[in-house]
């Protein structure tokens, strides 16, 4: 009986085909649909991103990270998934902002011969004009597409004021026009060494536990950010590194929660600070 109201009903078939074939792209319709209200520049078309500039979209954050050793137990990716993830954070709660790619590339200093961060391996250090030129370049070609704020968000203290010299070079260049404004939002990393400092003291850890570098706070933030870079059951089970091992701090007793305190100042701060920057410069 089936079979003959099917041979019957080529309409009812046809429906049932489409259905299913529907059916079938439907994920890929969802990604999709999904990929073209992303905060992230890269994940959207080139019409896509036209579209979101022309209905006021012009505020764009560019987070910069880095390929550093922290030690044998933080991955050296470290910055770079930090200041990505918490872009995306921030231009989400700004609302009608974009995240550029993350630049990846910075100064570590010297190559030969090693210094500091690059006497361990996996360290990558680019010279300091040539870090500033790349910023240089990314904000005018974000200017050129529209973009009218651009955000410096630096996750590493080493180069906070490169990315404050870039922005007064490009200020001074665009002055004249007018069209377009660079920020280094130096509060992005300097919350993370007062306020979240003090939150974590107040809880009883340290300053030694809490470190400068891959310590309690550093390993926190990643394990509330990606704890896949770090390897909490290596930690757990060797030995306490020194400086002579690329670390400053003690992270034995980090977790994710602790880490959720810096998540959450870095990112409100955050917003508060640009969102004070963007009407400032509208008044």
């Given amino acids: ?39 992230v520049l890269e994940e959207l078309t080139s019409s896509e991103l036209r579209g979101r500039i022309e209905h006021g979209a012009t505020t764009i954050l560019v987070p910069i990270g880095g390929v550093e050793q922290s030690g044998p137990y933080i991955a050296l990716g470290k910055h770079n998934v930090r200041a990505g993830l918490l872009a995306r954070m921030i231009a989400q709660k700004l609302g009608n902002t974009l ?10 200093g010297s190559i030969n011969p090693p210094a500091g961060h690059m006497r361990f391996a996996g360290t990558i250090s680019i010279p300091d004009a040539t870090f500033e030129s790349l910023l240089e370049a990314t904000a005018a070609s974000l200017r050129q597409h529209g973009f009218r704020d651009i ?4 996750d590493h203290g080493g180069y906070q004021q490169n990315e404050a010299r870039v922005a007064a070079k490009l200020n001074r260049a665009w002055n004249k026009a007018g069209d377009a404004r660079a920020y280094a939002l130096l509060d992005y990393y300097e919350i993370t060494q007062t306020a979240y400092v003090a939150d974590l003291k107040k809880r009883g850890y340290s300053a030694a536990e809490i470190g400068l570098h891959g310590g309690l706070a550093d390993a926190a933030l990643m394990l509330a950010t990606d704890p896949a870079l770090v390897r909490s059951e290596a930690m757990a089970r060797g030995a306490k590194p020194t400086p002579q091992d690329g670390v400053r701090g003690d992270a034995t007793r980090a977790t994710a929660e602790l880490g959720q305190l810096g998540v959450q100042r870095i990112v409100d701060t955050s917003v508060a600070a640009i969102r004070k920057q963007l009407q400032d ?3």
């Fill in 151 to 154: 955000v410096f968000l630096g």
């Fill in 281 to 283: 410069r509208a008044r």
């Fill in 99 to 108: 995240v550029a790619p993350v630049v990846s590339y910075v100064p570590e």
């Fill in 1 to 39: 009986m089936m079979w003959a109201v099917k041979r019957g009903h080529p309409a009812f078939l046809l429906s049932l085909l489409l259905a299913v074939a529907a059916s079938a792209a439907a994920p890929g319709a969802v990604q999709a649909a999904e990929r073209a209200a992303s905060v």
